[in-house]
């Protein structure tokens, strides 16, 4: 069974930093494109950034860039997502996700429906 594991969620003052982890299993890892999405209260879902493990490819959300950095460690089954200089705004819960081969179902909400496989989500709350 394909299965995705979030962890790293919190409470951090604006400004801080969170690294949210995916661990992932019961499918071949390196040709799977891992990212995650997020949903505030009363808002659309958005993707926040994905990494293709087939090409490298990396995709951030406008409002991420700069800020948030995604890595993944093909030893472990496991993707990072680095959120630094966090803002109110940021809260939400954060779900990991994976797609056969690349990013591309990130870049369009019509697309976030074709996804392969959702994990449970961690919150993040960013306090002022």
């Known amino acids: 069974d394909v299965q995705l594991q979030a962890y790293g969620g919190g409470l951090v003052q604006a400004g801080g930093s969170l690294r949210l982890s995916c661990a992932a299993s019961?499918?071949?890892?390196?040709?799977?494109?891992i990212g995650w999405f997020r949903q505030a209260p009363g808002k659309e879902r958005e993707g926040v950034s994905c990494?293709?493990?087939?090409?490298?490819?990396?995709y951030y959300a406008d409002s991420m860039k700069g800020r948030f950095t995604i890595s993944s460690d093909n030893a472990k089954n496991t993707v990072y997502l680095q959120m630094n200089k966090l803002k109110r705004e940021d809260t939400a819960a954060y779900y990991c996700?994976?797609?056969?081969?690349?990013?591309?179902?990130?870049?369009?909400?019509?697309?976030?429906?074709?996804?392969?496989?959702w994990g449970k989500g961690t919150q993040v709350t960013v306090s002022s």
């Open positions: 019961g499918f071949t890892f390196d040709d799977y494109a």
């Open positions: 996700a994976a797609d056969e081969g690349l990013c591309s179902r990130w870049y369009h909400s019509t697309l976030y429906d074709g996804i392969d496989a």
């Open positions: 990494i293709s493990n087939r090409d490298g490819s990396i």
